[in-house]
């Protein structure tokens, strides 16, 4: 850690990897907290001698090396801290002041301090005590797909092998060649790895993807009786429910079954794409099903929801997460959480390659809505679709025709302007420094929606503020011309 790097992370502040203690007498216990709950998600950075704000209040230099003992101490402690942990603080002068750094790699095992678990959310050390959590944790650490779990006692007869014809038919209109096409129900099976050998056990057999994706219901809540898929619509009974479909089946016909939910509760609005009709509704509800259902850690007692709004539809599901936080296109790295059962969906064009949904749900929910989606992954991972019945993408587009799209442009991206929002653009080129009100008055609409537009033009990258709101001006940012 340099003099360089310490100011940027005091300048980003306190995060899920990041803590700041002030350290003014000693170590206090709450660094051991956040020492257990860095171990115990994806390890993190402590700074002793740092006020919550950043401001760098550095401990003596006199007191440095002895409060470095008494923490490696107490990290080796198994009272304290255990499993035990080896870590090697140093100490990094900022402007004449001492400041402490410790570095807390994330560690396979669940740690305890004083016999208490400790997680990390956000920039606080949460203490752990549900058997869910705990689980979680536990299927967090492990570093092995549970759905390459081999169950040697479930046999041929125990699977819907009947499936397998519509699976076959279904990858061959993805592609003509398709291997599959003259191969064997056991054939098929090897090649899509669902039945397989542990090289670490000797086991053979089918394994948990196969369960999953060909069980029968009997045998799939034999050995996950916790998995269930709970869709839901909360529209004008908001404290129970319009409809519900609870469905525990295997994972090809719980697609099925949740896409007709979709399709009978949701409007499949007008759009064309390349002079093509295309479902917004279907490729959105594809995306966010397909995630909660291949993506999903089936071990979990944490049952999965798909949900219906006024305002918004969204998908939870228990989750190995990687990484915490929003998932957009432009941080996207996506890491497979069961490979096996998303490349059985991938072969029958249930889903596409990895990464394509997040930037398919930001490209459909914009033209569905008008809003972005929300991706946040955690040990629970959510996908948020905002609904709006009254938004119509086509009736509202106006702009100007690039090559084969109609839009107006901003860097790489392309929107749709209604007249009012073209008309805003336009005038605060002329003159930066208009106020909403006399918007309204050149426009000849509400100041609220001229705030309203502004707000959109924002998000969409055309405006920015610059100043304070009363004494700033805006900068219009276009790409091809309004």
Known sequence: MTEEKLISVLELGENTAVEFKRCGNGIESDTYETVCSFLNRFGGDIFLGVLDDGTVEGVSELAASDIIRNFIKMVNNPDIINPTVYLVPEKIMYERKCVIYIHVPPSSEVHRYKKVIYDRVDDADVRITSTSQIASMYIRKQNVFTEKKIYPYVKKEHLRLDLLSLCRRRAINKRQDHPWKNMTDEELLKSAGLLSEDFATGEKGFNLAAVMLLGKDEVIQSICPAYKTDAILRKVNKDRYDDRVMVKTNLIESYEALMGFAKKHLWDKFYLEDSLNVSLRDNITREMLTNMLIHREFTSPYI?????????????????????????PENLSPVPKNPLIAAFFNQIGNADELGSGTRNLYKYSRRYSGKNPSIIEGDIFRIIVPLDDT?????DRVGDRV????????????????????????????????????????????????????????????????????????????????
């Open 391 to 395: 938004y119509s993408f086509d009736a």
């Open 304 to 328: 999965a929801k798909f949900i219906i709004e006024e305002d918004r539809m969204y998908v939870e599901n228990a989750c190995r997460a990687s990484r915490i936080g929003e998932i957009t």
């Open 403 to 482: 090559g084969d799209r109609v839009g107006d442009r901003v860097g790489d991206n392309y929107f749709f302007l209604t007249e009012n929002q073209r008309r805003i653009i336009s005038c605060l080129e002329e003159n930066p420094e208009m106020s909403a009100k006399c918007l309204a008055e050149e426009i000849g609409i509400s100041s609220r929606k001229v705030e309203n537009n502004i707000q959109k033009l924002k998000e969409y990258g055309m405006l920015r503020r610059q100043g304070s709101p009363r004494k700033g001006h805006w900068i219009v940012r276009r790409g091809s011309g309004i």
